[in-house]
């Protein structure tokens, strides 16, 4: 029979096979396949927000055209009555 498995409880054996490292940014423990979580959530934050100013550079610094365009679409629907 195998010998004790990590379950959902970490035990000082998960820390010693590496199932469990430590985070030196954060000071947390986190699956040794994959990065911490934390690492992570800021990376993609740090890419979201490159990725937005390099729209708003291309963009010319001009404000959304989404914005623009739910203004208009607002006045465009209406039909005015004329009176004859």
């Known amino acids: ?15 010693q096979k590496g199932h ?10 986190h699956n ?5 979580v934390q690492c992570k959530d800021q990376r993609l934050r740090e890419e979201r927000e490159e990725r937005n100013s390099r729209e708003r550079v291309r963009d010319g610094g001009n404000q959304n055209l989404a914005d623009n365009e739910k203004g208009k679409k607002g006045k465009k629907g209406k039909k005015q009555n004329k009176k004859k």
């Open 32 to 36: 040794g396949r994959s990065e911490c």
């Open 1 to 15: 029979m195998a010998g004790p498995v990590c379950k959902v409880v970490a035990k000082p054996r998960c820390y």
């Open 20 to 29: 469990l490292v430590r985070c030196n940014t954060h000071d947390v423990y």
